[in-house]
């Protein structure tokens, strides 16, 4: 699919087997929930963007993501070293997003945060098919961390849904996948390879809903022999079609709805986690937490991501059941208004 708005100002909806090239949100026929027509400033401040890469490992967990949200640019990154439970983070805030630049391309182009000495930029190339995070901080970390959709092929799961009343989301998960590159930080010196490093990305766009909720879950590693990635939502992208899968070494498996049963209020008490059709059927235990707080108005996020591990079980259609032992992921329960 070349772009994602049909000629008559609509998206393409559905599960696609690949990317489209374009995200080309400013030719969609954006209307008000009674039916008039708006304008260009109206899709520039109800588009918004975001992108995350996440680094899953037993010596090193990590997280960054760069969002646009018409009003702000926000990004974070965090490293969490499960050994000494020694963490490091950083966040930033950008009015307007000024110092920030977004590719509408999913497979191809560079999305990017500059902050005085501070540098988070995801980096995607078409050909050959990868992903790149490269963080660069001020006080001397650095992010370098590239993963491959061909080893030997792997099945991204991409999807168009509609968004309340006059919205739409397209979303594109990967999990699963080995990750290479290296990690230099005051917790050590990473080689990725060498410490066997699992890699989770997400690249989401549209005209979301103004004000959402929702609880997401991921694991990447190697299970029974198997490379294992699992990506997993409750409260956002299901109107029609679910993001919900899991993969065995890059094959995508289709999962139903889910149900995350936990404690709002002590969100590193374990959580379970279970499909409505029984493949999945996970515990999560809670190791950390990055979390953010905001309250501006016209934006505000309850945000938090909790990184642990997960054990449970995984039963693929017309396959043995696969036991899933302490595995690396993260979960989330995010509010937010923007």
């Known amino acids: 699919m070349d772009r994602l708005i049909q000629a008559n100002g609509q998206p393409h909806y559905g599960i696609f087997a690949d990317a489209p090239r374009l995200i080309n949100y400013r030719d969609f026929d954006f209307r008000s929930a009674m039916g008039r027509r708006l304008g260009a400033l109206a899709k520039w401040r109800r588009f918004h963007q975001f992108q995350y890469f996440g680094l899953l490992s ?7 993501a ?15 070293h499960p050994a000494s439970g020694r963490m490091i983070e950083r966040q930033f805030k950008l009015p307007l997003g000024l110092g920030t630049h977004f590719s509408q391309q999913p497979q191809s182009g560079v999305c990017e945060l500059r902050s005085a000495g501070n540098l988070l930029r995801f980096d995607n190339s078409e050909a050959p ?11 001397g970390t650095r992010i370098d961390a590239c993963f491959s959709e061909e080893q030997p092929s792997f099945q991204p799961m991409c999807l168009a849904t509609q968004a309340g009343v006059n ?16 990690v230099i930080s005051s917790l050590g010196e990473f080689d990725l390879t060498a410490i066997d490093a699992f890699a989770h990305h997400d690249w989401s766009a549209g005209f979301m809903r103004p004000e959402t909720h929702w609880n997401w879950a991921c694991l990447s590693g190697q299970a ?15 109107t029609s079609f679910t993001e919900n899968c899991f993969w065995l070494d890059g094959k995508l498996i289709k999962v139903d ?8 209020d002590q969100p590193l008490q374990p959580w ?4 409505h059709d029984g493949q999945v059927q996970l515990r999560f235990k809670a190791r950390g937490v990055h979390q953010e707080h905001i309250n501006l108005g016209l934006l505000a996020s309850n945000f ?14 017309g396959r043995p059941a696969l036991t899933i032992d302490n595995l690396w992921g993260f979960v989330e329960d995010q509010y937010v208004k923007w």
């Open 58 to 64: 037993d010596e090193l967990i990590g997280g960054c």
């Open 66 to 80: 760069l969002a646009n949200l018409s009003l702000a640019g926000v990004g974070f990154v965090y490293l969490f």
């Open 129 to 139: 098919r990868e992903k790149r995070l490269l963080v660069e901080l001020d006080d």
């Open 167 to 182: 919205g739409w989301v397209y979303a594109q998960k990967v999990a699963g996948v080995r990750c290479r590159g290296q």
């Open 224 to 238: 029974g022999g198997l490379r294992v990635g699992l990506n997993l939502s409750c409260g956002v992208n299901e």
């Open 257 to 264: 709805t889910v149900r995350f049963a936990f404690d709002r």
């Open 272 to 275: 379970q986690i279970d499909s």
């Open 304 to 317: 938090k991501q909790i990184f642990g591990q997960f054990s449970g079980v995984l039963r693929p259609p």
